[in-house]
């Protein structure tokens, strides 16, 4: 499902837009660090959906890029059936953003979608944005051109928000098997929230407009299903959505950002965060969070995401930097929750062969570390078992661990700047991995103390003031 929040420079205090958001996936979530690569004229990648898929396909081969370029993302194992590894985009070192957000389609569309459907699905198409396109206008571009040339494998509906310094476009994938998709530009001014993601009117009588893109069956399709008469606006919500327009999640968060915006100090990293952790909107359907300052650096180097390990409602965000080389074992994949993983074993896959075994797909040694994303999940239920207040005194925490830490990224960009310019680039790479490597370990120790306090006292409540029933949820308006 997932969300994605854009934020256009006019409405900022250091004016660059922003992008953040989650993931919606009950699998495990793993950061990754992938560099910039070439590939020979006859490499290919392996897309689509296979049988097993909730909406069933077949994987197809399509060509690889000639080069594909150094990107941060988040991997993860399991969505609808969907092949792993997944992803719903990150921070390329051209700096384009992605976030993929589902949109449910009209049932229509869902029921015509062929059981044998072929190309690319959401998570393949959100990979090669942040592998290959220059700009945000350029991921669109190439999310449209391999549609029409190798279609598309749905689960029903899906959507992207792909951002760079200048611009972001929503783009709409509709279900069907018929090549429908529309794109909205948004600006400077821009307030949008994707959850699900939407495009209400485009000008169809328009057709160079500069705002709006869309298939080029896009209208004529409508009309001959007899969804559209041809009179009056295209609605594409209405005519090939789920008919709801803005959820009523959607209309909170971007009314709450306005406010923010109207303030002297406009938006911030923190309210980013606050709008990516508020419990109103994010719970333990949230795999991991994600802010982006869409900045123009001097060096691709200096391009930050941040990463929270699950929900940043029980988790703090931490800086990872495009040019750092790694990331601590603890971010990485281990097997709590790997789909899969509960019928393997680690040991040495050659015992697998002609045994009954099957060897685990995760590196032994990182098994052997702590996982950020399984220490954060303890820390959300232990909240939700807290009947004092744990969230508040936890937002507290992380909020002002992150105000600071905001403050000491900028002087730790600002070094690496220098060492850039003295074309110490290596050195620059150095200092970036250390301090984002430290920064996600003390993040990570955090929280253990954090679930180590709310254990200790849940530990001694008398039973009436504990939660009855086996399960507590934060009041979402979604």
């Not at 900022?12 to 910039?36: F, N």
């Not at 948004?186 to 869309?214: C, K, M, T, W």
Request: negative net charge; charged residues 25%; hydrophobic residues 35%.
């Amino acid at each position: 499902m997932s969300y994605a929040i854009y934020i256009g420079s006019n409405h900022t205090r250091d004016g660059h837009a922003w992008l953040g958001g989650y993931g919606d996936e009950p699998s495990s979530h793993w950061l990754d660090i992938v560099p910039r690569a070439t590939h020979t004229a006859n490499e290919t990648l392996s897309v689509g959906m296979t049988a097993e898929a909730d909406m069933p396909g077949r994987l197809i081969e399509i060509p690889e890029a000639k080069e594909t370029y150094r990107h941060v993302c988040v991997n993860y194992t399991y969505y609808k059936g969907a092949p792993a590894p997944l992803v719903n985009g990150g921070l390329n070192e051209h700096g384009v953003a992605v976030r993929d957000v589902w949109s449910p389609s009209r049932q229509e569309l869902i029921d015509m979608t062929p059981l044998d459907q072929s190309g690319p699905n959401y998570s393949d198409l959100a990979r090669m944005v942040i592998s290959r396109a220059h700009s945000a206008r350029e991921g669109v571009d190439l999310i449209a051109e391999t549609i029409d040339t190798y279609g598309e494998s749905t689960y029903g509906g899906n959507s992207h928000l792909i951002a760079d310094a200048d611009e972001a476009w929503v783009m709409i994938q509709f279900a069907g098997g018929q090549g429908l998709w529309a794109a909205e530009r948004l600006g400077p001014s821009s307030i949008r929230a994707s959850r699900p993601g939407y495009i209400s009117q485009i000008p169809v009588n328009e057709p160079d407009h500069p705002d709006f893109r869309y298939s080029e069956n896009f209208i004529d399709f409508a009309k001959t299903q007899g969804w559209y008469d041809g009179e009056g606006p295209f609605d594409a919500n209405r005519i090939y959505g789920d008919g709801n327009g803005r959820w009523d999640g959607v209309r909170w968060i971007e009314d709450e950002m306005a406010a923010r915006s109207a303030r002297a100090q406009k938006i911030g990293f923190d309210d980013m965060a606050w709008a990516v952790r508020t419990a109103r909107l994010t719970g333990d359907t949230a795999g991991y969070g994600q802010i982006v300052p869409l900045s123009t650096p001097i060096d691709h180097r200096l391009r930050v995401l941040w990463h929270a390990p699950i929900g940043p409602v029980a988790a703090p965000f931490s800086p990872v930097f495009v040019g750092q080389t790694s990331v601590p074992d603890e971010f990485r994949l281990h097997r709590y929750l790997t789909t899969g993983e509960a019928r393997t074993h680690m040991i040495n896959p050659d015992i697998v062969d002609g045994g009954h075994f099957q060897a685990s797909g995760v590196s032994q040694s990182v098994e052997c570390s702590r996982s950020a994303v399984m220490a954060c999940k303890r820390l959300l239920y232990l909240m939700l078992c807290d009947p004092d207040g744990g969230v508040d005194d936890v937002t507290s925490v992380f909020e002002n661990r992150e105000n600071a830490l905001a403050a000491e990224t900028a002087k730790m960009l600002e070094i690496a700047e220098t060492l850039i310019a003295e074309k110490k680039h290596e050195l620059a790479e150095t200092l970036l991995t250390y301090f984002s490597s430290g920064e996600l370990l003390k993040g990570l120790d955090l929280v253990e103390t954090l679930a180590g306090g709310i254990e200790a006292r849940l530990k001694f409540l008398s039973r009436e003031k504990k939660p009855a029933g086996n399960f507590a949820s934060f009041d979402q308006i979604w």
